[in-house]
């Protein structure tokens, strides 16, 4: 009998074609995700990885897995950290929308269970849908990052307790999702960084104070393969000139007089097996940079009061925000060790060459600032842009204190761009730069009846100004922003 409202000739059967219509639909539908997405791999009913799509190969290195036999047949949770790929074959339920953390960065991916014909799951498929987060997902993976540290905080304060000793609390507490910013220059030193994650060579970071080069070193190191070792900092800048040697290198057993019976153990060999950061190599003793320099080189030490040498396998981040070229020039850092710290150089760029950054950054920083009981200030729009058109010397650290002290000084929980101006002012910043003017009217009908090379050329010389602008007038980096070589930008502004 046929259904009521059911016309006639129509039955319960599907036509014919529907199971190739269906096995196009799928087709089509996974050739869609398979181009559009940024990668793609599939597990089977055991939890092993069998296939990744050209996209997802290009995750592998920054994985720790340069070859794809290394990936690829091994169980998903000893390849991908974090996964979540056993509780889709479990549960049988998508998670279509979720934030994976792990050594090659912060992804937005979905999980998808695959079925057989009697409904059983066979599989899962994952899709990562963006690596790189767009402007309106940063505060999100902020958000997110955030969550995480408070999460690895939390674990480091339960292994203080049950730790044998302090060497297991010394871990990484950033990632590179806790590098916020999704500009062409937070990008590209993103991208470089996790390539020099899979490096064993020292990494040399280099950078004005308050860019975020202590953070970097906590995603380098977490993201490489020593991830499981320690991470021991030293802030040369911070110890005295006296105290740094055996900072460094440790103390024998009564070596000198008042001198620990028991000796004391030094940062390099605190650091085997992982990661040593060395902040602000530049204010390193000219006298003391042999004797790093030999350490590095040989990977051994002798401690103060020692004859022994002590054997140590430590990966070297050094940063710093002063010239050390010009140091070297002037003789007060030596060449060579220069050149040995030098390997895998990565710039980290001043706030002013990523103002597009700015709104992201003040999102995050006003969440760190609630959690830790202050109540943020709301900005206007006319706020944050004058904040985006500040010089910000002192980088994300004077975004920082300015925000605070907005919080502070602030009469209204919204700030208008002229309440805004008259905080810079008190905050010290006396030259404070306007914000940028709206952007100009659409031509009428006679603009666009002038010669097409004559309005070419007009919209060019803007948009190279608009760079100059953003980036302070640093031309290597406008050039980046608009994808031209250094040798095109200087070409155009001699014409222009």
């Known amino acids: 009998m046929r259904p009521p409202n059911q016309p006639a000739g129509v039955t319960n ?34 939890a092993r990885v069998v296939w990744i799509n050209d996209q997802y190969r290009r995750f592998l290195p920054a994985l720790g897995y340069p070859r794809e036999e290394d990936f690829v047949g091994h169980p998903v949770s000893s390849v991908v950290q974090h996964t979540q790929m056993h509780q889709v074959l479990q549960t049988g339920k998508p ?63 339960l292994a203080k307790k049950t730790a044998p000793s302090a060497l297991a609390t010394r871990a990484a507490r950033y990632s590179f999702a806790s590098f916020v910013g999704s500009s062409p220059a937070a990008a590209e030193v993103k991208r470089q960084a996790r390539r020099a994650a899979q490096s064993s060579s020292p990494i040399l970071l280099l950078g004005e104070t308050g860019t975020g080069k202590e953070l970097l070193a906590h995603a380098i190191h977490g993201a490489s393969a020593r991830a499981g070792g320690p991470l021991v900092s030293v802030n040369i800048a911070a110890v005295p ?45 000219l006298g003391l940079q042999a004797k790093l320099l030999r350490a590095l080189q040989e990977g051994e030490m002798e401690p103060l009061g020692s004859n022994e040498l002590v054997r140590f396998d ?9 010239d050390l070229q010009a ?72 975004l920082r204190n300015v925000l605070e002290q907005a919080a502070l000084r602030a009469d ?16 010290g910043l006396t030259h404070v730069h306007p914000a940028p003017a709206p952007e100009a009217p659409p031509p009428d009908a006679g603009d666009l009846l002038r010669p097409l090379a004559e309005q070419v050329a007009e919209l ?27 040798a095109t930008l200087y070409a155009r502004l001699a014409e222009h």
């Open 327 to 398: 140091l070297v020039q002037g003789g007060q850092f030596r060449e060579d060790l220069y050149y040995r710290l030098n390997v895998l150089p990565v710039r980290v760029p001043p706030l002013r060459e990523r103002r597009s950054d700015i709104p992201a950054l003040i999102e995050v920083l006003g969440e760190d600032m609630a959690q830790r009981g202050s109540h943020p200030p709301e900005l206007s729009e006319g706020a944050v842009a004058l904040l985006a058109a500040q010089q910000w010397r002192g980088n994300i650290r004077e």
């Open 13 to 46: 059967a599907l036509p014919r074609d529907a199971a190739s219509i269906l096995e196009l639909a799928a087709r089509s539908m996974f050739d869609l995700f398979a181009s559009a997405s940024e990668g793609m791999l599939l597990v089977d009913r055991d």
């Open 95 to 157: 998670i279509l929308i979720d934030l994976l953390h792990n050594r090659a960065g912060t992804f937005v991916v979905s999980r998808i269970p695959l079925r057989d014909d009697a409904g059983e799951v066979i599989g899962v498929l994952g899709i990562v849908l963006f690596d790189q987060p767009t402007p309106h997902l940063q505060p999100l993976i902020a958000k997110f990052a955030q969550l995480q540290q408070d999460l690895d905080d939390a674990r480091r304060e």
């Open 241 to 285: 000139d006296t105290l740094l040697e055996s900072e460094f290198f440790g103390v024998a057993p009564g070596a000198f007089t008042g001198a620990d019976r028991r000796g004391r153990v030094g940062k390099f060999k605190l650091a085997d097996g992982g990661t040593l950061f060395l902040d602000e190599i530049g204010d390193m003793p």
């Open 412 to 427: 209204t929980d919204r700030l208008e761009a002229e309440q805004m101006e008259a905080l810079l002012r008190q905050s």
């Open 460 to 486: 060019e010389q803007r948009a190279i100004a608009a760079a100059m602008a953003a980036t302070g007038g640093n031309k290597l980096a406008a050039a980046r922003l608009l994808n031209m070589s250094r």
């Open 314 to 322: 430590a990966r070297v981040i050094a940063a710093t925000s002063r």
